[in-house]
């Protein structure tokens, strides 16, 4: 099997077969999947060269898929912190005109067109029922496939921001070449995703096919920038500390997403201690890596161990 960015040889590195998708997305949701949603065996892979991790076949969920998933509420963000550092990066970057890839519901455009009504905002989505949700708003959006709007929009942007979009494609570098097609000299393609460790503390089924189609370090990251002939830069929050770290995965694999205090913090780790303890170990043993972090209104280069999202920047 090929890397889908590199086209190096690839391992496989499990098997995924479509009942254990069931199985977990059913836990997740706490609710059956609907039997109309059709899921499809995967094997996932690793590249040998770039450590991309994917998904073959490099199929996607199917409509019914997004429909069941989207009516949860807590599928679309409220917040996001790539959304504030964007807001600031149009002003540093002095940036006039920007396109959202993946625009949804129009929450982060909406942001934009009331911070700087002078400048020029679209949004682009498959999705018909949201692409009306952002018209409603007063904001441009345009439904269809980028590979057609690509076309008609060659040199136009200063900024092509796409959040938590890359890893449901099935062909990461073509978005990657379709956006740069339509970025002025000097413009900028800014990405965010997860940000896959090392390794995996507990199976997260919402970063695995058919929902995640690829998962990204920033290896993966620097040879996508290569294939496309772009430099790259990594923002990111500070990461919590270990200890931090191994309570919430602890809780959420035990208890799922939801509202969380600091007393449930305490009793998963108390009724589920060996994973705690190995969760903890796990993350002292994780490797730190350079990465920007935004102090004092400036963007400062510093080495600490990773979130769990990554910010990438990709330009000339
Ligand atoms: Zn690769």
Avoid at 81 to 91: A, K, N, P, R, S
Avoid at 257 to 267: C, D, F, P, T
């Amino acid at each position: 099997m090929k890397c889908l960015v590199c086209q190096s040889d690839s391992k496989k590195i499990y098997d995924l077969p479509s009942e254990k998708i069931r199985k977990n997305l059913s836990d997740y949701y706490s609710e059956k999947v609907p039997e109309v949603i059709k899921i499809l065996d995967y094997q996932m892979f690793e590249c040998t060269k770039c450590s991309l991790v994917f998904a073959n076949p490099a199929s996607p969920g199917n409509n019914e898929f997004y429909v069941w998933i989207s009516r949860h509420n807590s599928y679309y963000p409220t917040a996001r912190w790539e959304w504030d550092l964007l807001l600031d990066y149009i002003q540093i970057n002095s940036s006039k005109k920007l396109l959202e890839i993946g625009s949804g519901d129009g929450k982060f455009l909406r942001l934009c067109v009331e911070k700087y009504p002078e400048k020029f905002f679209e949004g682009i989505d498959t999705n018909p029922e949201q692409v009306v949700k952002c018209k409603k708003l007063g904001i441009n959006c345009y439904c269809g496939e980028l590979k057609d709007y690509s076309k008609t929009h060659k040199n136009k942007f200063d900024l092509i921001v796409a959040f938590h979009c890359l890893e449901h494609v099935d062909d990461p570098l073509e978005l990657i070449k379709q956006c740069k097609k339509m970025l002025n000299k000097n413009g900028k393609i800014l990405i965010s995703t997860p940000f896959r460790l090392e390794k995996d503390f507990w199976f997260d089924i919402m970063d695995h096919p058919p929902h995640h189609l690829t998962r990204w370090n920033k290896s993966a990251y620097t040879e996508l920038a290569h294939q496309a002939n772009l430099k790259s830069s990594f923002y990111m929050p500070f990461a919590p500390n270990s200890l931090v770290r191994a309570l919430y995965a602890t809780f959420v694999k035990f208890y799922g997403k939801k509202e969380v205090s600091k007393k449930m913090l305490i009793v998963s780790m108390l009724r589920h201690p060996l994973f705690f303890f190995s969760c903890f170990l796990g993350h002292l043993l994780i490797k730190s890596d350079f990465f920007l972090e935004k102090e004092n209104g400036k963007f400062e280069l510093k080495r600490f161990k990773p979130n769990t999202v990554v910010l990438v920047e990709l330009g000339e």
